[in-house]
């Protein structure tokens, strides 16, 4: 029984660690005739040409007999055909590359709609590396498994072209053919796992490239500038060493291919000249016409081994860069295990748990939470994403949460785009009234004048470069507001902004949340901040909680 128990679990998690594979992304639906039509014309295209080479021998003897006639309603079918199979190759090739485009735009729309679900995303660098390399490698499995499945038409026809003129034949050609299948699946294997470590190296790098990408103002200021790009060029120098290794197999495999079906070829003609001598002359067991169907099908035949390793080469690839959409999935999965164990923090005063709940029991009555972390000993940072994680865990839609950062993003766009980077509609007034709620009106007008027509096509800058602290939160906090989440978690929301203008913006939210108005949507606002402010607030609502 033990032994049957680790056997189970060792299959489960052979199961995690290789998900079965999928050209479809989760939750999008496509016609089935998108992939049905390019295997279908494939196949005909196949068997088609499979056939060409008996089609000329026919010609040939058709030729040598006298009957020219014939032989030339045949050339006229050979050329009807090549005009049939160019425009069925047509039709097939373009629903299966516009398929293709299909599947790439869909798995980068799922893989980066797992991103802001996830509270451990993981490293920026391989999230990138995840949604623009990865979803490309999945999409294109398609045209090779096309390729790949036609190709037993090919082989079949081609074996019983064989057979007609001698089973021998037929037995050396397919025979061959199914060897160097059997050892190319071998290799692929191989190439599999050196295309994972190859993949590893690739999101290590592309992270070193993002880190500079994204804190180039901040390398400049430290005079970091060689240390990172030394960091840079070591990772860059393990994915060519990665590549390589990776190139190395794959060259053997080729070689193999062209080793195994030369042998294949070379036997397999020999046995077609088999023969005797008569009168000096060599004369061949088989027809010397249908020694063009020989050739003709063998070089036909290596077609599908060519289809077959491209297939697997691509696939392997695939699969591994399926396993990393997989483990992008993974961790977008929610979890309680942040605040089951939130309360057994070393450096808090009181269970977390318990203090959480009295804060929904006050934001029930006063709509507006003021939190100084430092009473239970943690940063704002770990206080709001404990308190966000209890929250979820302790709602009915973990999607009304929104946690705003203590150093928020600012993108690069217009005003306008900046407001409206989340979901929600809005109208002319409601931004307006965003920039009055938050008193960033005045940078409203500094951006770009008095004009509104102006001010909300004014450019910022990426991260906000020409902004100050200040007016990145205050914008930062209008764009939270926007969203119209019912619970909002501020971290540090206005530490950067002067004590007049946090006083206003404080007053504004504690008399509009959750009135009728713009923020009428919010039901329950945390600010955990470590400011003068905050602290007095905190003070004046336990005074009059005691009285």
């Known amino acids: 029984m033990p032994s049957k128990k680790i056997s189970e679990q060792n299959s489960l998690q052979n199961a995690e ?32 040409l499979v056939f060409m080479p008996a089609l000329v021998a026919r010609i040939i003897e058709l030729f040598t007999i006298g009957d020219v006639q014939q032989a030339w309603i045949d050339i006229t079918g050979l050329c009807l055909l090549v005009l049939f199979l160019s425009l069925n190759e047509k039709i097939g090739w373009g629903t299966c590359f516009r398929t293709i485009v299909m599947l790439e735009r869909d798995w980068k729309l799922y893989a980066g709609s797992l991103v802001p679900r996830s509270s451990q995303a993981g490293d920026p660098g391989a999230i990138v590396a995840v949604i623009n390399k990865d979803t490309r490698n999945v999409a294109n499995t398609l045209q090779p498994l096309n390729q790949a499945f036609s190709s037993f038409a090919i082989a079949f026809f081609g074996t019983i072209q064989l057979w007609l003129l001698s089973p021998l034949l037929a037995v050396s050609g397919l025979g061959g053919m199914i060897l160097t299948i059997v050892l190319l699946t071998r290799i692929s294997k191989i190439l599999e796992q050196r295309a994972e470590i190859f993949r590893d190296k690739i999101g290590i790098s592309t992270s070193k490239a993002s880190d500079i990408a994204t804190s180039i103002r901040t390398i400049v200021g430290l005079g970091a500038g060689q240390t990172m790009l030394g960091r840079y060029r070591t990772s860059a120098l393990d994915v060519r060493k990665a590549q390589l290794a990776y190139e190395r197999v794959h060259s053997w495999q080729g070689a193999a291919r062209v080793f195994l079906i030369g042998c294949t070829t070379t036997v397999t003609i020999a046995l077609a000249l088999r023969g005797h001598t008569l009168n000096g002359a060599w004369i061949t067991s088989i027809d010397p016409s249908h020694l ?16 077959v390793e491209m297939f697997l080469l691509i696939y392997r690839d695939a699969k591994v860069a399926h396993r ?27 269970p ?27 940063t704002a940072q770990e206080y709001a994403e404990t308190l966000v994680e209890y929250l979820r865990v302790n709602s009915d839609n973990r999607e009304e949460i929104l946690l705003s950062e203590p150093n928020p993003m600012i993108f690069a766009g217009t005003l306008e785009d900046h407001l409206t980077s989340g979901p929600p509609a809005l109208t002319i007034d409601e931004r307006e009234e965003y920039l009055k709620l ?7 007008h500094r951006l770009g004048g008095e004009n509104p027509t102006d001010y909300w096509l004014a450019e910022i800058s990426a991260e906000g470069t020409n902004l ?80």
């Open 17 to 48: 660690d290789n998900p079965r594979f999928s050209l479809i992304p989760p939750g999008f639906r496509y016609p089935k005739w998108r992939f049905i039509l390019p295997f279908i014309t494939e196949t005909i295209s196949g068997t088609a």
């Open 292 to 307: 063009v169907t020989v050739s003709g099908v063998l070089a036909m035949m290596v077609g599908p081994i060519w289809a």
């Open 324 to 350: 990393r959409i997989v483990g992008l999935e993974k961790r977008s999965e929610p979890t309680a295990s942040l605040a089951s164990q939130s309360h057994e923090h070393a450096g808090s005063s009181q």
């Open 352 to 378: 977390l748990p318990a203090s959480f709940a009295q804060l929904r029991l006050n934001a029930e009555t006063r709509r507006v939470v003021y939190i100084n972390p430092r009473s239970v000993g943690l």
């Open 438 to 444: 938050t008193d960033s009106l005045e940078i409203a």
């Open 468 to 547: 100050s602290g200040g007016q990145r939160q205050r914008l930062a906090l209008a764009r939270a507001y926007a969203q119209k989440k019912p619970v909002l978690v501020l971290t540090e929301p206005v530490n950067s902004v002067d004590e007049p203008s946090q006083q206003f913006i404080f007053n504004q939210l504690e008399k509009y949340a959750g009135n009728p108005g713009v923020l009428e949507h919010l039901r329950e606002v945390y600010i955990i901040s470590t400011t003068m402010e905050v602290d007095r607030r905190i003070a004046r609502a336990n005074q009059r909680q005691g009285e």
